[in-house]
């Protein structure tokens, strides 16, 4: 398939462009500086800009099957009360632009990644995280998670809204576990690697059309 990979810099959006490739994908990236990419530039199509800008994001998408996404609003450390990198309404007003060009380019299938934690599942983590939510920085990012989905929720595309768990940066093989509707119930924790596979998985196989998989650890 031929792809936009959108948030290729991140670290799961590395794992997800390298692992796209092994398999075969033809693979679009955006990113603000080609230089910023981990992996050799002449193995990808990459673009300099950003989603907030239609027309570099109607060119990143030209000719492509779907748009996978790990997005994020970042700050400038994990600490929870650190300072945004990026603007508040970084999520929703890339989620826009990106609406606007897969109805202009003809791309119905978008894959994302939020958190397990956004909208109806808030109340299924655990009490200490919902505190962290409400009274950290990490609360825009959760907002903005929301918000994006609503809008992808009322667009005319075939999506999948990924949910993952705490992720982490394991190379063990632990297996996932997918949870709807808070059943089975999810474990805290999910690797990078396994969310990126997931991804994929999800698109090669066409799974989860209008769904919001939470994905975790499959514990022994």
Known sequence: MHILILGATGR???ILVNEALKRG???NVLVGHKGSLSMNPNLVNAYEGTPLNIFTLAESMAGCDA????????????FP??????S???L???MQKVLEASKKEHIKRIIITTAWGVAETKSDIPFWFRWLIDHSNIRYPYQEHERQEAMLKNSDTNWTIVRPVGLTDSEKEKGIKITLNNTPKPSL?????????????VLENN???KQCPVVSDKLD
Request: hydrophobic share 40%; charged share 25%.
């Open 25 to 27: 994908h033809r693979v």
């Open 92 to 94: 929703s007003a890339s």
């Open 88 to 90: 508040k309404d970084f």
């Open 81 to 86: 009360w650190s300072k945004l990198r990026t």
């Open 207 to 209: 799974l989860y059309n």
């Open 189 to 201: 924790t999910v690797s990078r690697r396994s969310v990126a596979l997931f991804m994929l998985d």
């Open 12 to 14: 799961t959006g590395r």
């Open 67 to 78: 748009v996978l996404s790990t997005l994020n609003i970042s700050r400038m450390s994990d």
